[in-house]
């Protein structure tokens, strides 16, 4: 909801899943919110990035890699090489 000067007055508003459209729900506590910085042609970050968030089901199957790189390819990318870093 937002007041009249387009502010959002809401406490909570729910994402959804990037890779299968499922709503994030406040419980979903294995979902997370990932950038993806974009680059230039040399391999420098820009200042740009692409944010999509993974819910908890996602995150569980063993194919993670390949559901980021199809969730990349939806939103556009024309260069995916990237690498993942393990925090």
């Given at each position: 909801m937002q007041n009249e000067e387009g502010v959002?007055?809401?406490?909570?508003?729910?994402?959804?899943?990037?890779?299968?459209?499922?709503l994030i729900t406040s419980k979903d506590h294995a979902s997370v919110q990932i950038n993806i910085g974009h680059l230039d042609?040399?391999?420098f970050y820009i200042g740009?990035?692409?944010?999509?968030?993974?819910?908890?089901?996602?995150?569980?199957q063993v194919a993670l890699l390949s559901i980021v790189?199809?969730?990349?390819?939806?939103?556009?990318?024309?260069?995916?090489?990237?690498?993942?870093?393990?925090?």
């Open positions: 959002i007055t809401e406490l909570y508003i729910p994402r959804k899943c990037s890779a299968t459209n499922r042609e040399n391999g740009q990035f692409s944010t999509f968030a993974l819910c908890g089901y996602v995150r569980a790189q199809t969730v990349l390819i939806a939103m556009g990318s024309d260069n995916l090489s990237y690498s993942v870093a393990m925090v």
